[in-house]
Nanobody
Framework: QVQLEESGGGLAQAGGSLRLSCAASGRTFSNYGLGWFRQAPGKKREFVGYITRSGGSTFYADSVKGRFTISRDNAEKMFYLQMNSLKPEDTAVYYC???????????????WGQGTQVTVSS
């Protein structure tokens, strides 16, 4: 069982940066692949990126590639989404997720955080 809680959302200007954090509970954090997703008003939840159990591999949606970076600290049971060069279209509620495997679809993940709002102004 894993519980996740996001933090770090807020308001940023276009071109700015934000760092989202996801704190996890549970004793086997390192056994889980981790993903970030986002959902804008009126839209489906979409994939942002994921990181594998060891942190050795990451994969990003084309819309954020080169701007966003995912990392994890298994000892601290934390993982992160560093968002640079933010655009107004990045505005959404951002969710962290954990599952036995990491991948780009929501169905892979068993555990989800409550979400944190990110708003980017132009």
């Amino acid at each position: 069982q894993v519980q996740l809680e996001e933090s770090g959302g807020g308001l940023a200007q276009a071109g700015g940066s934000l760092r989202l954090s996801c704190a996890a509970s549970g004793r086997t954090f390192s056994n889980y692949g981790l993903g970030w997703f986002r959902q804008a008003p009126g839209k489906k939840r979409e994939f942002v990126g994921y990181i594998t159990r060891s942190g050795g591999s990451t994969f990003y949606a084309d819309s954020v590639k080169g701007r966003f970076t995912i990392s994890r600290d298994n000892a601290e049971k934390m993982f992160y989404l560093q968002m640079n060069s933010l655009k107004p279209e990045d505005t959404a509620v951002y969710y962290c997720a954990a599952g036995l495997y990491a991948g780009p679809t929501t169905g892979i993940y068993d555990y989800w955080g409550q979400g944190t709002q990110v708003t980017v102004s132009s």
